[in-house]
T-cell receptor, first 113, second 113 residues
Framework: GESVGLHLPTLSVQEGDNSIINCAYS??????FIWYKQESGKGPQFIID?????DKRQGQRVTVLLNKTVKHLSLQIAATQPGDSAVYFC????????????FGQGTELSVKP | DGGITQSPKYLFRKEGQNVTLSCEQNLNHDAMYWYRQDPGQGLRLIYYSQIVNDFQKGDIAEGYSVSREKKESFPLTVTSAQKNPTAFYLC????????????FGEGSRLTVL
């Protein structure tokens, strides 16, 4: 059945602290993973991606870690800023599935000044 | 600049009326997607099109219809058969890389009164 009105997991951090957002993915055959950031009332924006042949990838202030053994993905944001406040989604994909991503529920990050 | 444009951003309709949401892209992408987002939940795939004049149902296609007469355009019609149409609708396109990064529009919020 359809679940309506679920509360998003939330993470509240102090400005300047590091944030870690976790995601458990569902399909062991997935081989590509993406983190998206969605600000209120807007479409998701790409943050960083990682392929299954890697366990870590770094971007500007962000790092994604992949643990295939336990099907776990995490997004680390260094020196979190108020502008980082948003909902963060992980998404998984299997090669040759094109843009048919499977999205997680999302985590709401709130940054306190 | 290249991108995806959705319109209208906000739409109010009476119960029983069909509504059509517009999605246009100038990224020269072959594949386009419609996702639905409900509060506190991730994105769910409604319909997708990998090439002009062809489209497939996603996970929650009932009560929706689409067309893909032009590469740039992928309109979504929310019909009166959709039992719970109030939601945030996101259109996306995919550039055909082996990985699955989607480019999203800014969304259309439909409220049925």
């Amino acid at each position: 059945g359809e679940s309506v009105g679920l509360h998003l997991p939330t993470l509240s951090v102090q400005e300047g602290d590091n944030s870690i957002i976790n995601c458990a993915y569902s399909n062991s055959a997935s081989d590509y993973f993406i983190w998206y950031k969605q600000e209120s009332g807007k479409g998701p924006q790409f943050i960083i991606d990682i392929r299954s042949n890697m366990d870590k990838r770094q971007g500007q202030r962000v790092t994604v870690l992949l643990n295939k053994t336990v099907k776990h993905l995490s997004l680390q944001i260094a020196a979190t800023q108020p502008g980082d406040s948003a909902v963060y989604f992980c998404a998984e994909n299997m090669r040759n599935q094109g843009g048919k991503l499977i999205f997680g529920q999302g985590t709401e990050l709130s940054v306190k000044p | 600049d290249g991108g995806i444009t959705q319109s209208p951003k906000y739409l109010f309709r009476k119960e029983g009326q069909n509504v059509t949401l517009s999605c246009e892209q100038n990224l020269n992408h072959d594949a386009m997607y419609w996702y639905r987002q409900d509060p506190g939940q991730g994105l769910r795939l409604i319909y997708y099109s990998q090439i002009v004049n062809d489209f497939q149902k996603g996970d929650i296609a009932e009560g929706y219809s689409v067309s893909r007469e032009k590469k740039e355009s992928f309109p979504l019609t929310v019909t009166s058969a959709q039992k719970n149409p109030t939601a945030f609708y996101l259109c996306a396109s995919y550039g055909g890389r082996a990985d699955g990064e989607l480019f999203f529009g800014e969304g259309s919020r439909l409220t049925v009164l």
